[in-house]
């Protein structure tokens, strides 16, 4: 015994420097796919700072003549607007001073409101993060749940059912979803009473607990319209995922050993089929901030989305350009945390 001890010993202590450059080698491979996807990012936002730049230049209209909303203005009034935001500059002088402001924090002064465009996205980001949020956080956790059960009951009545009417939500415009919910459940139509208020945050005379559920009564139809076209995404990622696993042997072999169907699914299948829903989750993450700009419009929801819409039809366009680098900036955040998270739960990503 002492013999065998002693070899046992002898061979794990052979084994222990195998060990570390293992270890070393998958630390230096997963710091090299960081790396990868950290300059990945940086080149995006890099693109989204130019894009957000040209693309609203494009649209239609003099800005300082909105500024002026049809009051009669001299000619050197007008040019003395144009100088003082910077619109007798020329072109590349316009975008060097934007990049420039843009990656210290300035995102500049909004024409219409006459405020920092930060400030202003600063006060509508909660309610955005409100609706979007709870509202992200049930359509993933519905679609997760109805994917699963589609996939493990794949040809059913119940999977026909599911896929059904999460494709018919999906393909319904979030807005006619919106007026139509609007119409049947704030408004009331035949024997159904108005329920629900048509639009806003909040009723204003409210404090303390009856503010939250004032707030959440005021939630209702906007979080439902955006999880009945959100959750359909969710739902045919994970049923998708699971059905390539459903045929794996290593599920075979955990039947061979006498597990139940439940345990199989919730304890084998299910964990390695969520690998590509984790970046559906990151995505819908990044909605969160971009938040759902029709929806808000419908309801009047005092979030991005309406601030968004409210900047696009001035032209505002340091607000406009503010926002589009706010939205895509929160999308290529989440792409990278899911990639960084990736290798994590599948080191085979980062090898």
Known sequence: ????????????????????????????AYLAHAAGKLGGAAVSLIAVLVTSFFLFRIIPGDPVKAMTHGVPTSAEQMATLRRQFGLDQPLWQQFTDYCAKALTGDLGMSYQFRAPVGDLILQKVPAT???????????????????????????SLGDRVN????????????????????????????????????????????????????????????????????????LLVMRSS???????????????????????????AVPNALLPTVTMVFINLGHVAAGSILVETVFSWPGLGGLFYQALSVPDLPLVQGLFVVFAGAMIVMNLLADLLYPLLDPRVGR
Do not use: C
């Not at 409210?206 to 939250?212: L, Q, R, S, Y």
């Not at 599920?251 to 169907?261: F, P, S, V």
């Open 1 to 28: 015994m002492s013999t065998t001890s002693t070899t046992g010993t002898t061979t794990a202590v052979a084994r222990a420097p195998e060990a570390r450059a293992a270890s070393g080698a998958g630390a230096r």
């Open 129 to 155: 993060l409100l609706l979007t949020g709870v509202a992200v956080l049930v359509y993933s956790a519905i679609g997760l749940w109805l994917g699963t059960r589609s996939a493990w009951r794949h040809g």
């Open 163 to 234: 896929t059904g009417v999460a494709l018919t939500l999906w393909s319904v415009p979030s807005f006619w979803l919106g007026l139509l919910l609007i119409i049947t459940f704030s408004v009331g139509i035949g024997p159904i009473p108005g329920m629900f208020p048509t639009g806003g945050m909040e009723s204003g005379n409210e404090t303390g607990f009856a503010h939250v559920l004032d707030v959440a009564h005021h939630m209702v139809l906007p979080v439902v319209t955006l999880v009945a076209v959100g959750y359909a995404q969710t």
């Open 242 to 268: 699971l059905l390539d696993e459903m045929g794996s042997d290593y599920l075979t072999t955990a039947r061979a050993k006498g597990l139940r169907d439940d345990a199989v699914r919730r304890h084998h």
